[in-house]
T-cell receptor
């Protein structure tokens, strides 16, 4: 079974530029998460999807961040414009939802804003 | 709000010794507690988990204990090996939601 796939793995951009990250969850996983992980910290939830519905986006900086999960499968996370403080690893994770507890992470996208 | 505290932030042990990492959660509705191992530059990997209806779970050299009354849970690694060196994160998930709150991580270093 393929794991969670993310691309790109690395991205370097100048501040004020836009950037987008893509995630393909494990097949059949209804719940999808985007996390931001700063160096030396635990993952912090940005947004959580149940199928195509964003059910928890309270931590998403909506002035510059947006996300979508069309058809309840793949998801994209966008930042526009990027700021220096956005440099971090952006992790996508998925789980079956319902009664399944296990959450599986993708390899992450390391974003560097210069 | 929901919070998970994790201690210590760094831990060095001699190869073959045991390591213990502790976490405390604030949301009494939490009912699922996973532990993740993250090696440098890699994704967090689930290594063991425990649900609130169980007090202890063991998988070879790794065990997790849960004290619901005190709202804390611990990861125990016995007979540590150099390949156990990594950052370990605890997390808590509340009943009825799929939202995970993570601890701040423990950097474990096993000295050969």
């Amino acid at each position: 079974e393929a794991g969670v796939v993310q691309s790109p793995r690395y991205k370097i951009i100048e501040k004020k530029q836009p950037v987008a990250f893509w995630c393909n969850p494990i097949s059949g996983h209804n719940t999808l998460y985007w996390y931001r992980q700063n160096l030396g910290q635990g993952p912090e939830l940005l947004i959580r999807y149940e199928n195509e519905e964003a059910v928890d986006d309270s931590q998403l900086p909506k002035d510059r961040f947006s996300a979508e999960r069309l058809k309840g499968v793949d998801s994209t996370l966008k930042i526009q414009p990027a700021e220096l403080g956005d440099s971090a690893v952006y992790l996508c994770a998925s789980s079956l939802g319902d009664s399944s507890y296990e959450q599986y992470f993708g390899p992450g996208t390391r974003l560097t804003v210069t | 709000g929901e919070n998970v505290e994790q201690h210590p932030s760094t831990l060095s042990v001699q190869e073959g010794d045991s390591a213990v990492i502790k976490c405390t959660y604030s949301d009494s509705a939490s009912n699922y507690f996973p532990w993740y191992k993250q090696e440098l530059g890699k994704r967090p990997q689930l290594i063991i988990d425990i649900r609130s209806n169980v007090g202890e779970k063991k998988d070879q050299r790794i065990a997790v204990t849960l004290n619901k009354t005190a709202k804390h849970f611990s990861l125990h690694i016995t007979e540590t090996q150099p390949e156990d060196s990594a950052v370990y994160f605890c997390a808590a998930r509340a009943s009825g939601t799929y939202k995970y709150i993570f601890g701040t991580g423990t950097r474990l270093k096993v000295l050969a």
